[in-house]
């Protein structure tokens, strides 16, 4: 029988990660009410995954890289082997929580112009992991460096999500790609993941095709899933701060052209001089905040510098 729902996994390295993703999941099904599938997508791992999975979960479908890409084109080769009305798009340092995919799929059955949603994300501590954001645009560069956004956190123009607890069903610009239930549907009408973005942002480039096409995107708290956030990727510090900040450059650079990226590069540059001022003042007048405060100030240093160009890698200037 054709499953209803479909969940597509991406898997580069962190075995014990994937197993207990996968546990969670089997494990917070088994009253599910219909069928579903999981797809794995190989990302060319050395650490026994293909294995495990064959041992332990060989209901699993799972397709083996020959060769490494980055996330979106290898959901994009999961979401293709979907056979389901919904598809749910995961990452496998996740675990869901009790009926968190069956209110998933209830919400878009009984709200039919909802073409994603996403959960409630929990640290692994149960804290509140903020997974919403607003859409990057070169006016809200200007205002989250001038500390417009931190300063007016509920004002129409300024404001985000940081002040809103995630505690209630919510019209939002788009969710994380750690975990969003779409319509088949609206794949079909808007297309896969750009797989120019090989790590970052290739999310938030879809919910704003999504958007444009005319669906809604909503958090839906009742369902919840815990994420761990990125330990599959530890040791590559270097190279994911350098992944996010170019993917955020050419999710500018797509949508809002040249000017828009000479507005995004002034606007990180001046915000970062700001910080590196603010948190300077906090070294010198407040001792017993100085080693945040350094390390604040390293972290602005490091962003000041790949915005201007200087690295680490090519930084800036390799776009």
Not at 175 to 202: K, T
Request: glycine share 8%.
């Amino acid at each position: 029988m054709t499953p209803k729902l479909s969940i597509s996994i991406v898997h580069h390295q962190g075995l014990q990660m994937l197993h207990d993703c996968l546990r969670s999941i089997y494990e917070n099904t088994t009253d599910l009410g219909f069928d579903f599938e999981v797809i794995v997508v190989d990302n060319v791992s050395t650490d026994g995954a293909v294995d495990m999975m064959a041992k332990e979960f060989a209901q699993v479908q799972v397709i083996r890289n020959t060769e490494r890409h980055g996330f979106g084109h290898n959901q994009n080769t999961g979401i293709k082997a979907c056979k389901g009305e919904y598809i749910f798009v995961y990452n496998d340092d996740t675990l869901l929580h009790k009926n968190a995919l069956r209110i998933l799929c209830d919400f878009l059955d009984q709200n039919p112009q909802v073409g994603l949603v996403g959960p409630r994300l929990v640290n692994a501590d149960g804290s509140l992991q903020m997974s919403c954001y607003k859409f990057p645009a070169p006016a809200r560069y200007i205002w989250e460096n001038l500390l417009l956004s931190a300063a007016f956190p509920d004002s129409t123009i300024f404001g985000d999500y940081r002040s809103w607890q995630h505690d209630t069903v919510r019209e939002v610009d788009f969710v994380i790609g750690a975990a969003m239930l779409v319509r088949r549907a609206v794949i079909e009408q808007v297309g896969l993941f750009d797989e120019r973005f090989f790590m970052y942002a290739e999310e938030t480039d879809w919910q704003i095709r999504i958007k444009k096409a005319g669906w809604h995107i909503k958090l839906c708290p009742d369902s919840v899933v815990t994420h761990l956030g990125g330990q599959s990727s530890e040791g590559t510090k270097d190279r994911q701060f350098c992944e996010f900040n170019t993917s955020a450059v050419k999710l500018i650079q797509k949508h809002y052209g040249a000017f828009g990226t000479l507005v995004q590069r002034l606007a990180m540059i001046f915000g970062s001089i700001i910080r590196i001022s603010i948190w300077s003042l906090v070294f010198v007048i407040k001792p017993a905040k100085r080693q945040n405060a350094e390390k604040n100030i390293k972290t602005w240093i490091r962003l000041l510098k790949w915005w201007c160009g200087f690295g680490p890698h090519e930084g800036l200037s390799s776009l």
